[in-house]
């Protein structure tokens, strides 16, 4: 589960959006703090980005006052007590003298900045200063220094801490610009000690650039922060188990006895939940819960409590085992085409048996008076035995007395606002139910209804599951706890009623546009608020644009010229790439008649350092050189030929070069070395270059060594700690090239003939988690639509396919709609959600068969 996820579903029940605008979606959030609300000065200029309110003072023409582009930024922290006192001392400091700053203008925002699963890298910046120079930081320091004395708030890890108050210092950029990094991505940057763009680092941790000498005055700083250690402990951290806002979690030894234990540590004020308790004060409650149920042996028993650092430590037993959420992968029957009876027979049984095991512990937990408050596949411990669990995670508990709601949850357990008390744990035991022979139960948070559906499923797919379990469960989920009449679910249209589906579809994505926005068109995956303002292929304008076109659509001229509008000219820091960026959004651009802003655009991507791109076709070389080719054909252009050419030599000489040993390299369609082999395969189709073939073939065997075949035959990359069959990260998405390649090249030792079955079983199984393009179900559609690898059956298999979509159809507005990655949400956009789904079915269904670009389908279609 990305944790990140889960602040972009607070704004909108329907949509991941941004946290920013929780106020204006009619929430109850806290309004702007009174200082946010001041009159702009005279001589300043105030603008709203993101959730930052940025001061800037002018000159006298009217423009901002120049200053330096990057050095030493203050940033100071703070808590929800003292945030508008320290607004207020800020901007009555910063204004009187001229120096920049910006802050966060809200509580919610300030909240949600230090909430437990904000980016760390954020954490606790409430505001920022803008020195000079190193003269007016070290005043700045000393003076806000003083006047914020005795004022608190979280630790600022990417920062070093100005002596005990809430000041810190970070140097980074000031001004925005970009670089391509070494990982070939557009990235934040600064100007090395030799004027060079690299990129500004903003990790968890304070560093200070080689470049860059410390100031003097950040010394004593610099080694306090360097003289608390874990040293003196009595125990030896050996892992960090997770990190989260509010700390870490690390597995170690008691060095006076060698008892395994588990150490939790809590930063003060960080890891906010929805009640306000920071991290400290959730320890101190799971301190307190698990002194109450102890003895029980459904908990791991508390050993120790200190502090170190201003840091609380809670100190536990480690509990052998394994998170019950770690036997689907290897133990789920549907992961497979055909599943063994037998084997669906044994999983049910283990999984009833487990679900009573947790039953029991949640009972023994109750009968302390405790409600557990966050139960879930990730704080459930099966024993070696696998006939008993331990329920870990105490932090969300509370005496059932109080019969308080949840303030910390899963989002496929997060019991409805009307659960109160022992019934908060009831609500998360009925969706463990259904978790765990269908573990999609995150639909829930945007439908309950869907239960009743789910259920369905699962008495099809599990017969020997007692039908009053899952009733059981299913009149839980839905019930209404006032007395009024349970949730119904809503039938959407039947993804394999083709053209009706599509229709639905359709009227689905345009009921979600919004172009009275500018950072999104359509609603999608959270990347779409860090790639330039939702322009792109994957996740914004273009893919949707371009799915709707594939699949004969009446244009959305409205849409298009949105588009049009936000690339003239694009937002600075958008991403270069097909799939991420420019690129994409000139092909589209291009295919809906847009010819010059589509050269335009490629004429500023080839103003950039393109050449240090990655070699992937998401956002590096082989979409870059795909593009170029394509609108040199539709042109006329030259130099767009010479450059997709000097692309396909950078790529190819790349190819050649040493692999690293670490870290393990991506494989598959979009940031593997499959996309890079589709460029040099439609290079050599354009020129009949054989060198270009063979290294096409040299790519397709690089990305067949990092794939692993399963039980049952499955082909899927291997990424050390799971494996992946998908069409993006795949290995569906190197079948679709290695079906192209073989089209041209013979298979001499039968490697790839046998890759290609083995993709085939991978993308004929019976349960996908996630029905989207690159990382679900829709992927493998698209693949059995077009492949051309020898098999009996393929249609049969893609209509199972289409039917197994419908699992995870969702409505909106009454038509068909997904849910996008994650699951916490529906999308629209072509990578996760509901367009991918779109173009998908329009290749397996449609008259023109619809295709992803440069992938058209081939002459021969499954039979």
């Given at each position: 589960?990305?944790?990140?996820?889960?602040?972009?579903?607070?704004?909108?029940?329907?949509?991941?959006?941004?946290?920013?605008?929780?106020?204006?979606?009619?929430?109850?959030?806290?309004?702007?703090?009174?200082?946010?609300?001041?009159?702009?000065?005279?001589?300043?200029?105030?603008?709203?980005?993101?959730?930052?309110?940025?001061?800037?003072?002018?000159?006298?023409?009217?423009?901002?006052?120049?200053?330096?582009?990057?050095?030493?930024?203050?940033?100071?922290?703070?808590?929800?007590?003292?945030?508008?006192?320290?607004?207020?001392?800020?901007?009555?400091?910063c204004?009187?003298?001229?120096?920049?700053?910006k802050?966060?203008?809200?509580?919610?925002?300030?909240h949600?900045?230090?909430?437990?699963?904000?980016?760390?890298?954020?954490?606790?910046?409430?505001?920022?200063?803008?020195?000079?120079?190193?003269?007016?930081?070290?005043?700045?320091?000393?003076?806000?220094?003083?006047?914020?004395?005795?004022?608190?708030?979280?630790?600022?890890?990417?920062?070093?801490?100005?002596?005990?108050?809430?000041?810190?210092?970070?140097?980074?950029?000031?001004?925005?610009?970009?670089?391509?990094d070494?990982?070939?991505?557009?990235?934040?940057?600064?100007?090395?000690?030799?004027?060079?763009?690299?990129?500004?680092?903003?990790?968890?941790?304070?560093?200070v650039p080689?470049?860059?000498?410390?100031?003097?005055?950040?010394?004593?700083?610099?080694?306090?922060?360097?003289?608390?250690?874990?040293?003196?402990?009595?125990?030896?951290?050996?892992k960090?188990?997770?990190?989260?806002?509010?700390?870490?979690?690390?597995?170690?030894t008691?060095?006076?006895?060698?008892?395994?234990?588990?150490?939790?540590?809590?930063?003060?004020?960080?890891?906010?939940?929805?009640?306000?308790?920071?991290?400290?004060?959730?320890?101190?409650?799971?301190?307190?819960?698990?002194?109450?149920?102890?003895?029980t042996?459904?908990?791991?028993?508390?050993?120790?409590?200190?502090?170190?650092?201003?840091?609380?430590?809670?100190?536990m037993?480690?509990?052998?085992?394994?998170?019950?959420?770690?036997?689907?992968?290897?133990?789920?029957?549907?992961l497979?085409?055909?599943?063994?009876?037998?084997?669906?027979?044994?999983?049910?049984?283990?999984?009833?048996?487990?679900?009573?095991?947790?039953?029991?512990?949640?009972?023994?937990?109750?009968?302390?008076?405790?409600?557990?408050?966050?139960?879930?596949?990730?704080?459930?411990?099966?024993?070696?035995?696998?006939?008993?669990?331990?329920?870990?995670?105490?932090?969300?508990?509370?005496?059932?007395a109080?019969?308080?709601?949840?303030?910390?949850?899963?989002?496929?357990?997060?019991?409805?606002?009307?659960?109160?008390g022992?019934?908060?744990?009831?609500?998360?035991?009925?969706?463990?139910?259904?978790?765990?022979?269908?573990?999609?139960?995150?639909?829930?948070?945007?439908?309950?209804?869907?239960?009743?559906?789910?259920?369905?499923?699962?008495?099809?797919?599990?017969?020997?599951?007692?039908?009053?379990?899952?009733?059981?469960?299913?009149?839980?989920?839905?019930?209404?706890?006032?007395?009024?009449?349970?949730?119904?679910?809503?039938?959407?249209?039947?993804?394999?009623?083709?053209?009706?589906?599509r229709?639905?579809?359709?009227?689905?994505?345009?009921?979600?546009?919004?172009?009275?926005?500018?950072?999104?068109?359509?609603?999608?995956?959270?990347?779409?608020?860090?790639?330039?303002?939702?322009?792109?292929?994957?996740?914004?304008?273009?893919?949707?644009?371009?799915?709707l076109?594939?699949?004969?659509?009446?244009?959305y001229e409205?849409?298009?010229?949105?588009?049009l509008?936000?690339?003239?000219?694009?937002?600075?820091?958008?991403?270069?790439?097909?799939?991420?960026?420019?690129?994409?959004?000139?092909?589209?651009?291009?295919?809906?008649?847009?010819?010059?802003?589509?050269?335009?655009?490629?004429?500023?991507?080839?103003?950039?350092?393109?050449?240090?791109?990655?070699?992937?076709?998401?956002?590096?070389?082989?979409?870059?050189?795909?593009?170029l080719?394509?609108?040199?054909g539709?042109?006329?252009?030259?130099?767009?030929?010479?450059?997709a050419?000097?692309?396909?030599?950078?790529?190819?000489?790349?190819?050649?070069?040493?692999?690293?040993?670490?870290?393990?390299?991506?494989?598959?369609?979009?940031?593997?070395a499959?996309?890079?082999?589709?460029?040099?395969?439609?290079?050599?189709?354009?020129?009949?270059?054989?060198?270009?073939?063979?290294?096409?073939?040299?790519?397709?065997r690089?990305?067949?060594a990092?794939?692993?075949?399963?039980?049952?035959?499955?082909?899927?990359?291997?990424?050390?700690?799971?494996?992946?069959?998908y069409?993006?990260?795949?290995?569906?998405?190197?079948?679709?090239?290695?079906?192209?390649?073989?089209?041209?090249?013979?298979?001499?030792?039968?490697?790839?003939?046998?890759?290609?079955?083995?993709v085939?079983?991978?993308?004929?199984?019976?349960?996908?988690?996630?029905?989207?393009?690159?990382?679900g179900r829709?992927?493998?559609?698209?693949?059995?639509s077009?492949?051309?690898?020898?098999?009996?059956?393929l249609?049969?298999?893609?209509?199972?396919q289409?039917?197994?979509?419908?699992?995870?159809?969702?409505?909106?507005?009454?038509?068909?709609?997904?849910?996008?990655?994650?699951?916490?949400?529906?999308?629209?956009?072509?990578?996760?959600?509901?367009?991918?789904?779109?173009?998908?079915?329009?290749?397996?269904?449609?008259?023109?068969?619809?295709?992803?670009?440069?992938?058209?389908?081939?002459?021969?279609?499954?039979?």
């Amino acid at each position: 589960m990305d944790k990140r996820y889960e602040v972009y579903a607070l704004a909108d029940g329907h949509f991941y959006d941004t946290p920013d605008r929780l106020t204006g979606a009619g929430s109850e959030a806290a309004p702007l703090y009174a200082t946010a609300r001041r009159e702009v000065p005279e001589g300043w200029r105030a603008a709203r980005t993101g959730d930052w309110l940025t001061l800037t003072p002018l000159g006298a023409d009217g423009e901002p006052l120049p200053g330096p582009a990057q050095g030493w930024k203050v940033h100071a922290a703070a808590t929800r007590g003292n945030a508008e006192r320290i607004a207020e001392i800020v901007w009555d400091y910063c204004v009187p003298r001229r120096i920049p700053f910006k802050f966060v203008p809200a509580p919610h925002l300030l909240h949600l900045r230090n909430a437990k699963y904000a980016p760390r890298e954020g954490s606790g910046k409430f505001v920022t200063l803008y020195p000079a120079d190193e003269r007016q930081l070290h005043q700045v320091l000393t003076d806000l220094g003083a006047l914020l004395k005795g004022m608190e708030g979280p630790y600022i890890l990417t920062d070093l801490r100005w002596e005990d108050g809430p000041l810190h210092v970070r140097y980074g950029a000031f001004a925005r610009s970009y670089v391509v990094d070494e990982r070939g991505s557009l990235v934040p940057a600064l100007r090395d000690g030799e004027g060079r763009l690299v990129p500004d680092r903003r990790d968890p941790a304070f560093r200070v650039p080689e470049w860059v000498t410390l100031p003097d005055f950040l010394a004593p700083q610099l080694a306090a922060r360097n003289a608390t250690t874990v040293g003196d402990l009595p125990y030896r951290i050996e892992k960090a188990l997770h990190f989260s806002n509010g700390g870490g979690v690390y597995a170690g030894t008691d060095t006076r006895d060698g008892r395994k234990v588990v150490l939790k540590e809590a930063r003060p004020h960080a890891g906010l939940a929805a009640d306000g308790a920071d991290a400290v004060a959730r320890l101190e409650r799971e301190k307190e819960a698990l002194e109450r149920v102890a003895g029980t042996g459904v908990v791991p028993e508390v050993r120790d409590w200190f502090t170190l650092g201003e840091h609380r430590f809670l100190v536990m037993d480690f509990v052998e085992g394994r998170p019950l959420n770690s036997f689907f992968a290897e133990r789920h029957p549907l992961l497979l085409p055909e599943p063994d009876p037998r084997a669906v027979a044994e999983y049910t049984a283990w999984a009833l048996r487990i679900h009573g095991a947790v039953e029991r512990a949640v009972a023994a937990v109750h009968e302390r008076g405790i409600v557990f408050n966050d139960l879930h596949v990730f704080n459930i411990m099966v024993a070696p035995d696998e006939e008993s669990v331990f329920l870990l995670d105490f932090e969300a508990a509370a005496p059932a007395a109080e019969r308080g709601r949840q303030v910390v949850a899963h989002p496929g357990f997060f019991a409805p606002p009307d659960r109160r008390g022992t019934d908060v744990d009831r609500y998360a035991l009925a969706c463990l139910r259904l978790a765990l022979f269908l573990p999609v139960t995150t639909l829930f948070v945007v439908d309950r209804g869907k239960a009743a559906h789910l259920a369905e499923v699962i008495a099809e797919q599990f017969p020997d599951v007692p039908r009053a379990f899952l009733d059981e469960a299913v009149a839980e989920i839905t019930r209404d706890t006032a007395g009024g009449a349970p949730v119904r679910p809503v039938r959407p249209a039947d993804p394999g009623d083709w053209p009706r589906s599509r229709d639905s579809m359709v009227e689905a994505v345009l009921e979600s546009a919004t172009p009275e926005r500018t950072d999104r068109l359509f609603p999608g995956d959270i990347a779409q608020f860090s790639d330039g303002g939702g322009l792109g292929l994957a996740h914004g304008a273009a893919g949707v644009l371009y799915a709707l076109a594939e699949v004969g659509a009446h244009r959305y001229e409205e849409g298009e010229r949105w588009l049009l509008d936000r690339t003239a000219p694009p937002p600075a820091g958008t991403p270069l790439g097909l799939y991420d960026g420019l690129a994409g959004v000139a092909l589209v651009l291009d295919r809906l008649g847009h010819r010059q802003r589509a050269l335009d655009l490629v004429g500023g991507v080839l103003r950039e350092r393109w050449q240090h791109l990655s070699s992937d076709l998401h956002g590096g070389l082989a979409g870059l050189g795909l593009v170029l080719d394509h609108l040199a054909g539709t042109t006329g252009e030259t130099e767009l030929r010479e450059r997709a050419a000097e692309a396909a030599e950078i790529v190819v000489r790349r190819l050649g070069e040493p692999r690293p040993e670490t870290p393990r390299r991506r494989a598959g369609l979009m940031r593997g070395a499959s996309g890079q082999a589709l460029f040099l395969l439609r290079r050599y189709e354009a020129t009949g270059d054989r060198e270009l073939l063979a290294a096409a073939g040299r790519a397709l065997r690089q990305d067949l060594a990092s794939c692993v075949v399963r039980e049952g035959g499955a082909l899927e990359v291997d990424e050390g700690w799971r494996t992946l069959p998908y069409l993006g990260d795949g290995s569906a998405g190197l079948g679709m090239v290695l079906d192209d390649y073989l089209a041209h090249a013979a298979d001499d030792t039968g490697e790839f003939e046998r890759a290609r079955a083995g993709v085939l079983t991978a993308a004929t199984c019976r349960f996908y988690a996630q029905p989207g393009l690159f990382q679900g179900r829709a992927g493998m559609i698209l693949h059995l639509s077009r492949t051309t690898a020898p098999g009996t059956g393929l249609r049969d298999r893609l209509a199972e396919q289409i039917a197994g979509l419908g699992w995870l159809a969702m409505p909106y507005q009454g038509r068909l709609a997904f849910p996008g990655h994650q699951m916490m949400r529906l999308s629209m956009d072509l990578a996760t959600g509901t367009a991918g789904c779109l173009l998908a079915l329009g290749a397996a269904l449609g008259d023109a068969p619809a295709a992803l670009p440069f992938l058209p389908p081939p002459a021969g279609r499954p039979s």
